[in-house]
Nanobody, 123 residues
Framework: QVQLAESGGGLVQAGGSLRLSCVAS????????MGWYRQAPGKQRELVAS???????NYADSVKGRFTVSRDNAKNTVYLQMNSLKPEDTAVYYC?????????????????WGEGTLATVSS
């Protein structure tokens, strides 16, 4: 009922920047928190940044000062601006959204994930 479409991944040199976007669509009543996770091969998925409907944010210590998460509630979109990228930032980045779904009279809350977008940082 709900899909998350990610974009913005790619190849960049160390010190460069990437901007990731994620658009939620479907039977959406409202969206609570949205966020970005990442996973490198052989490693656990970790929270990178999250943002509430009201704009409160939190970040992993490893990205503080370099990454910025933002959202446009009218567009059901969340962004991740990644600056001063390091090789260790290389990972598949996944968008996540805590969604209140509305289909007719049925309403429920569910967590949704995007398919992921690969960001590769070369030295």
């Amino acid at each position: 009922q709900v899909q998350l479409a990610e974009s913005g991944g790619g190849l960049v040199q160390a010190g460069g920047s990437l901007r990731l976007s994620c658009v939620a669509s479907g039977s959406i009543r409202s969206i609570n928190a949205m966020g970005w996770y990442r996973q490198a091969p052989g490693k656990q998925r970790e929270l990178v940044a999250s943002i509430t409907t009201g704009g409160r944010t939190n970040y992993a210590d490893s990205v503080k000062g370099r990454f910025t998460v933002s959202r446009d509630n009218a567009k059901n979109t969340v962004y991740l601006q990644m600056n001063s990228l390091k090789p260790e930032d290389t990972a598949v980045y996944y968008c996540n959204a805590d969604v209140v779904v509305q289909t007719g009279y049925l309403q429920y809350r569910k967590d949704y994930w995007g398919e992921g977008t690969l960001a590769t940082v070369s030295s």
